[in-house]
């Protein structure tokens, strides 16, 4: 059994349907859900799913390997990034080469990097009136969205479409891919 870890910092849809997707899987399981943000909702998703859910810190991941620890203890082989918004820290990268698989709600190269995610990703995208925008699967390295991509697909955007407009085809898009793509990526 392929254990993996969902890395998330608010609503947790994203991590809902990937722990749904695998709930009865005989070769991957959810182990544990991880988020950095008190207040998260993704931690009563995973009440609700029965999955383990554990709030760390800033300093759990960046000072004292708290996380680190957490994942060698589960024998975690996978992490996932489910709207998951720091920076991976080198040594939760150096135990998992090549095995961290975020989303990011745009078509990169295009609207990535540092403060680029959610809303502010679908503001941008409709302030430069681009024709198109999507979603891109990737797996993490040391910088923000800038890894080997996986998987990208697209979505239309007409002259009516609005952040809010777009962030629900990216949903969908979301919804569709990001589980299917995490599964053939670690079964290889």
């Given at each position: ?19 749904e997707y695998f709930a009865d899987s005989e070769k991957v399981k ?159």
């Amino acid at each position: 059994m392929i254990k993996i870890a969902i890395l998330a910092s608010g609503n947790g849809t994203n991590a809902q349907q990937i722990s749904e997707y695998f709930a009865d899987s005989e070769k991957v399981k959810v182990e544990c859900i991880i988020y950095n943000r008190k207040d998260a909702y993704v931690a009563e998703r995973a009440k609700k799913l029965g999955i383990p859910a554990v709030y760390f810190g800033r300093k759990d991941f960046f000072e004292n390997g708290n996380v680190l620890a957490y994942l060698q203890s589960h024998d975690i082989d996978w992490v996932i990034l489910a709207g998951f918004l720091w920076l991976v820290p080198e040594e939760i990268l150096a135990a998992f080469p090549n095995r961290i698989i975020n989303i990011h709600p745009a078509l990169l190269p295009k609207y990535g990097g540092k403060g680029m995610y959610g809303h502010h990703v679908h503001e941008a995208v409709v302030a430069n009136h681009e024709k198109e925008s999507g979603i891109t699967i990737h797996i993490v390295d040391g910088n923000y969205d800038k890894g080997i991509i996986l998987f990208q697909a697209t979505c239309q955007l007409t002259e009516n479409d609005t952040p809010d407009t777009l962030a629900e085809k990216i949903h969908l898009l979301e919804k569709e891919h990001f589980p299917k793509v995490i599964e053939k990526t670690i079964l290889g």
